[in-house]
């Protein structure tokens, strides 16, 4: 009998703050930085180092959404810094739309991020410089873990290595099969 084993990451709320926080003051002038922009920001950035790194930066846990992935402690984080006053949540138009804004009024601690994480945000972040709420959404829907679970589901952090155009060590390998034999997917070897 096969025995299949996930990869288990304890979730690091104080980084997914400061995470959250980092995020939200670099997409402060993008006309599209709200929410949506946040919440594919932060998924990149966690899911883009368990490729490169073998483990994501804060643990959160995603959640398929219609509109891409989302974390599912975004909301509560999110309230709880304005309760605190480290941050405002700000309404704006643009092109018709609602943009929903965190606007951080402290700095985030970069201390908590060791520069390995630090160097995958700001690639992240630097990778969808320019793009609008809906191209990062529709970039998100193109991902492995979004596309094998149905909405509402947790994606698995394994879903990172399925595809994943990186130079493949044998322990990754070894989780990019394990996870496309249970969800029933192709691999590359």
Known sequence: MCEHRSMQFSY??????ELLLYVAE??????????TKVNKVLFFA??????????????????KLPHGPAPRRLKPVRDRLVAEGAAE??????????????????PADMSVFTDD?????NSVL????????????????EEAGWLLVDDGETIPYEAALVGARQVATATSRALERSVAERYGLGHAS
């Not at 690091?12 to 703050?17: A, D």
């Not at 994480?117 to 945000?121: D, F, L, N, R, S």
Request: charged content about 25%; proline content about 4%.
């Open 126 to 141: 630097d990778d969808l410089a320019g793009l609008n709420a809906r191209q990062v959404s529709d970039l998100s829907h």
């Open 117 to 121: 994480e630090v160097a995958t945000i």
């Open 26 to 35: 670099r997409l402060r002038c993008d006309r599209a930085g709200g929410a």
């Open 89 to 106: 949540l700000h309404h704006e138009d643009f092109l018709g739309y609602t943009v929903n804004r965190l606007v951080p009024l402290r």
């Open 46 to 63: 966690d899911f883009a180092h368990v490729r490169r790194h073998g483990r994501p930066i804060t643990g959160a846990e995603y959640q």
């Open 12 to 17: 690091q709320e104080p980084k997914f703050v």
